[in-house]
T-cell receptor, first 115, second 113 residues
């Protein structure tokens, strides 16, 4: 079974700073997808970024980028020029490429951006 | 598109009552998922459907839980009878095709007293 671990329950940074959220996972699969979802106080789960394991290039979406280290099974999220609206819970998630369409989530990191 | 629509947004009920949560997926999406979020267990997949057919219900905690998808635009998650430990936020999500990102609704916060 796949597991996803987020070792930072909470983080706090000043507006405009860069912050990196950590995620590690355990799997015997070779091909899979990794995701970061954001859950603001409104409660909705919003997709931030997706990475295909077969791609060596790290995914980027504007101020959000990932550092994907397949051998180390590590998938960190970097938020540059952080904004107050980035305050949210952030969840790392894993999905196998083949078989069941199960999205397995980590426990989440609560990120606070301070003015 | 309006996104995944869930109702109600909040539900408060007494122990022993039947609870029905509703979900309308994004039009054209052929996968539908029900997740439960609690502080203790995080986000757990309860069940998912493909083309209205239940594919994996191994996450459904007990026989008190049941889910249906009578057509491509509607699904329900029913708890009968409800218990206080069922209190959680229940999310519905949909996706278009295999290995596509999930799009989540705003969730239903269920409180069972």
């Amino acid at each position: 079974a796949q597991t996803v671990t987020q070792s930072q329950p909470e983080m706090s940074v000043q507006e405009a700073e860069t912050v990196t959220l950590s995620c590690t996972y355990d799997t015997s699969e070779n091909n899979y997808y990794l995701f970061w979802y954001k859950q603001p106080p409104s409660r909705q789960m919003i997709l931030v970024i997706r990475q295909e394991a077969y791609k060596q290039q790290n995914a980027t979406e504007n101020r959000f980028s990932v550092n994907f280290q397949k051998a180390a099974k590590s998938f960190s999220l970097k938020i540059s020029d952080s904004q107050l609206g980035d305050t949210a819970m952030y969840f790392c998630a894993f999905m196998k490429l083949q078989g069941a369409q199960k999205l397995v989530f980590g426990q989440g990191t609560r990120l606070t951006i301070n003015p | 598109d309006a996104g995944v629509i869930q109702s109600p947004r909040h539900e408060v009920t007494e122990m022993g009552q039947e609870v029905t949560l509703r979900c309308k997926p994004i039009s054209g999406h052929d996968y539908l998922f029900w997740y439960r979020q609690t502080m203790m267990r995080g986000l757990e997949l309860l069940i998912y459907f493909n083309n209205n057919v239940p594919i994996d219900d191994s996450g459904m905690p007990e026989d008190r839980f049941s889910a249906k998808m009578p057509n491509a635009s509607f699904s329900t998650l029913k708890i009968q009878p409800s218990e206080p430990r069922d209190s959680a936020v229940y999310f519905c999500a949909s996706s278009q095709g295999f290995n596509s990102p999930l799009h989540f609704g705003n969730g239903t916060r269920l409180t069972v007293t």
